[in-house]
């Protein structure tokens, strides 16, 4: 794999952009090249946004399967009530709105992987009916009579620790056995040292192709905020950043932090402690909107769940810190840095 440009690795028209020299991010890249030439199961884990769907993406391409469909799948969009049919398809009349026949991902990724992302949002009935299909690697569309076998290789992710939220009860401890055949755990970006750097200039250097603009670069303090900074949304708020500030720069040199969170701290002999007490509160909800937001991709509804408060509420939060969605939102050609 290459790691010293953003070229990724060329496998036919497929490119796996795992972009990174550090020791931590070498020892996931080996495991992962060891892990595309057998055909278990694998558990990816790591934080939001430190590249799951890539790691996955890159044991399917470099592996046997690589000209057979990889099919992902958001596991926190499935309802629960059509959990059933979305995996594994459906009979023509099989319920009301069953007006025609319809295969299932299961079936959309014969011969190929099936990549379950988040598979910790999967409610007790979709866990029990993919528990069963990982036993028998056999299904059934609703409402058909034939029971179908399928060769798919199956990579699930998860953001969260399995372990303890199956120790809590809330996701099935045999569903955890199943998935957890091959386990990859992904590095976050705070622990990948000069990775960060050298994802930085990747991502200028990408966007400069994209939308056909001059080079552009980092200021001093620009260099000296990546290394310090902590990256909660890893690669993923990483690059939302870069793109935001390429795109709203007039400057061939970017500046990332304009002003230092103390510059705007009042002196506190200046303002009475409720005045200092609501601007430290201003200065936390607008930091950690801006780092939810990243983090949900702009996905308003998502990052609504993700801070476990009301969508309506969020909404009237983020514009009353003027944070555009927009500029937290991954173009398609980018999508990927799960």
Not at 87 to 92: D, K, S, T, V, W
Not at 261 to 273: D, G, N
Not at 299 to 309: D, I, P, Q, T
């Amino acid at each position: 794999m290459a790691h010293s440009t953003d070229a990724g690795v060329p496998l036919g028209n497929a490119q796996l952009n795992l972009i990174g020299t550090s020791p931590a991010f070498e020892a996931a890249l080996k495991l992962i090249r060891r892990m595309a030439a057998c055909d278990a199961t694998v558990l990816v884990t790591g934080e939001t946004g430190t590249g799951k769907e890539l790691a996955a993406r890159a044991i399917h391409y470099l592996g046997l399967r690589k000209n057979a469909p990889f099919i992902p799948v958001n596991c926190g969009a499935l309802p629960e009530t059509l959990v059933e049919s979305e995996l594994f398809g459906h009979a023509r009349g099989a319920f009301t709105d069953a007006r025609e026949a319809r295969a299932g991902v299961v079936a959309q990724a014969e011969g190929g992987t099936l990549f379950l992302d988040e598979v910790e949002a999967m409610g007790p009935h979709a866990q029990v009916a993919l528990l069963r299909f990982l036993q028998e690697r056999e299904y059934r569309p609703i409402g058909g009579t034939l029971v179908r076998g399928a060769n798919v290789r199956v990579i699930a992710s998860a953001n969260v620790n399995l372990d303890t939220v199956a120790a809590e009860g809330v996701f099935r401890r045999d569903l955890l056995f199943r998935l957890n055949v091959l386990p990859l755990d992904l590095p976050p970006l705070r622990e990948r040292g000069d990775d960060v750097h050298l994802l930085a200039e990747t991502f200028l250097r990408r966007f400069g192709r994209q939308y056909g603009l001059a080079p552009k670069s980092l200021d001093a303090d620009s260099v000296q905020f990546l290394s310090e900074h902590r990256w909660p949304g890893n690669v993923r708020e990483l690059e939302n950043l870069i793109h935001r500030h390429f795109l709203l720069s007039d400057s061939a040199v970017i500046r990332l932090v304009p002003e230092r969170a103390q510059e705007h701290t009042p002196p506190a002999a200046t303002v009475t402690f409720r005045e200092a007490k609501a601007h430290a509160i201003a200065e936390f909800e607008r930091h950690y909107l801006a780092a939810l937001l990243a983090r949900a991709s702009g996905n308003l509804s998502l990052a609504a769940r993700l801070s476990g408060k009301e969508r309506s509420r969020l909404c009237k939060m983020v514009k009353k810190y003027g944070l555009d969605r927009k500029h937290f939102l991954v173009p398609d050609s980018l999508a990927g840095t799960a």
